[in-house]
């Protein structure tokens, strides 16, 4: 935001400066009390214990048995019932583990028997996610949720990955994503179709330098637009793309390079 600056003549009072004696001092009536009435700040509540738990956490019981089930006098004991002493919280650090996959091999003896050839047979495998790579759809999705939910760049998480076993490279993690983002396409245009058909958008622009892309430097000028649903829908959308513009960005620029059908209001955000 530009502070405005009013320039006035030498012989221009102040309202606000110097002792000039113009509303310079709160006038004083001799009715008013001296008390200034505030009004008190609410407390915010504090939440539970129970509250700041998910519910969608695991719960594990355990009960503390007694060594010996019988009394001072040698009687045997007869449980009635268990008591409540507290409720801890747990960790499970993460851990990486090696999956080598075989697939078993059978063969047929009669029909060997029959042609003399033996007839192997094998169960069928499961497609890798990635072919000729140790990636799996866990690890992947780590990266994903770390780099973009969590906001941790890639080289920032290298250190972690070496330390739980395996020596990544930024160049690996990054092919990932990549070809991941590529399988996952066909989600990211439905969600496009679903958001065009919204009445009302939200939308924002950041500008960026994207490096090797197509048909620019890159020292050119892109944008990041993300577009999402209004709080009021039922059905939650947040709607990310690069997009690259002659002119400067717009909500209609937006709406032409991405959503072509969409013909209803879009709100941008306004940073002062």
């Avoid at 509303?23 to 004083?28: K, V």
Wanted: with cysteine; aromatic share 6%; charged share 20%.
């Amino acid at each position: 935001m530009v502070k405005n600056q009013n320039k006035r003549t030498p012989n221009q009072l102040s309202l606000l400066e110097g002792n000039d004696g113009v509303f310079s001092a709160p006038e004083q009536t001799g009715q008013q009390s001296s008390a200034t009435d505030q009004v008190p700040a609410k407390k915010k509540r504090k939440k539970t214990r129970q509250e700041s738990l998910s519910r969608h956490l695991a719960v594990k019981e355990t009960i503390i048995d007694l060594t010996g089930q019988q009394c001072d006098q040698g009687h045997k004991l007869t449980s009635v019932g268990k008591k409540f002493v507290r409720e801890e919280l747990h960790f499970i650090p993460a851990k990486l583990y090696r999956e080598r996959i075989y697939t078993r091999t059978y063969k047929c003896l009669e029909c060997e028997l029959e042609d003399g050839i033996a007839h192997l047979i094998q169960a069928h495998t499961p497609a890798a996610l990635i072919p000729h790579s140790l990636a799996s759809a866990s690890v992947v999705a780590e990266i994903i949720c770390q780099k973009f939910i969590l906001g941790t760049p890639l080289y920032r998480q290298l250190p972690n990955w070496k330390r739980l076993g395996i020596a990544l490279s930024e160049a690996t993690a990054t092919n990932w994503i990549i070809k991941s983002s590529q399988m996952v396409a066909p989600i990211y245009d439905l969600l496009c179709q679903a958001i065009s058909a919204q009445r009302y958008l939200q939308g924002d622009e950041t500008p960026i330098q994207v490096l090797r892309e197509s048909g620019k430097a890159a020292t050119a000028k892109s944008y990041m637009w993300v577009a999402r649903t209004v709080k009021q829908c039922p059905q939650q959308i947040i709607y990310m793309l690069i997009a690259r513009y002659v002119q400067a960005p717009s909500p209609q620029n937006y709406t032409r390079t991405s959503l072509v059908s969409y013909s209803a209001m879009v709100m941008p955000a306004i940073t002062c």
